[in-house]
């Protein structure tokens, strides 16, 4: 048991210490070469997105590979690769339908959470998340900020955190206790992880919320893809709030 705990909890270090990594590797580098004002451009903030969610799957799910042999032959690699990330097949119209009833589930559970959280006089309900692109832009900018926050950040966190991890967590853990507590256990370490990478309380108390809600949309699916398209909702919902209405 102690030699699984020390696995999931070099997991969890692995994904965050990964996602951080990368975040801070690619934006030292774009502005030692483009310069401080590289970030009140929108197209480099995009660039800047897309390269530290690619640079920190490679570190997650490529950099293992090449430290641990693999034994399975590469066609039954591939089909349990996705099987792991929670990629198999295609998405169904219940991972459709689902994606809006666990949107639903989400608001009320952060909502209660938040109401939680907010009993304690350190808290911020208010507090502004910081999203890298400036609620004014307009035009293409605009675009690109809607690709990169509602299209592309959903798509790569679902692979990083409800895909790699979770499948690698869930499978690890249920090598030594029951199915339900391995899927308890990873709802709560996942989410924990992916609330503490926001870098801020009341962003990581909420998504903490929207987390659980996306592991349980996989536990019900089997895949990612209704979880995918919860958080492009989410994203696409504060996107219009921020960037369209200005709240």
Request: charged share 15%; aromatic share 12%.
């Amino acid at each position: 048991m102690k030699k699984i705990a020390l696995s999931v909890f070099l997991m969890l270090i692995w994904v965050g210490a990964s996602v951080i990594v990368s975040q801070l590797i690619i934006g030292y580098t774009m502005v030692a070469i483009l310069g401080p004002e590289t970030f009140s451009q929108a197209v480099w903030t995009a660039l800047y997105s897309a390269l530290s969610y690619l640079l920190a799957l490679v570190l997650i799910i490529f950099v293992p590979k090449l430290i641990k042999k693999q034994k399975e032959t590469k066609k039954k690699k591939g089909v349990s690769e996705r099987v792991e990330l929670g990629l198999r097949g295609l998405p169904t119209w219940t991972d459709i339908g689902l994606a809006p009833v666990g949107f639903i589930v989400y608001l009320i559970a952060a909502a209660a959470l938040s109401a939680i959280f907010m009993l304690f006089p350190w808290f911020n309900a208010e507090e502004v998340q910081e999203v890298g692109f400036s609620v004014y832009a307009v035009g293409t900018s605009r675009l690109i900020a809607f690709l990169t926050l509602v299209v592309v950040a959903p798509i790569a966190e679902e692979i990083i955190f409800r895909g790699w991890l979770y499948g690698r967590m869930r499978k690890k853990l249920g090598e030594k206790v029951s199915d339900r507590t391995s899927m308890i256990v990873s709802m709560l370490l996942v989410s924990l992880l992916f609330g503490i990478v926001h870098l801020q309380w009341n962003v990581g108390v909420n998504v903490f919320a929207m987390s659980v809600v996306l592991c349980g949309l996989r536990e019900i699916t089997g895949t990612i893809y209704s979880g995918i398209l919860m958080h492009m909702l989410k994203n696409g919902v504060a996107f219009y709030l921020l960037f369209i209405l200005g709240l």
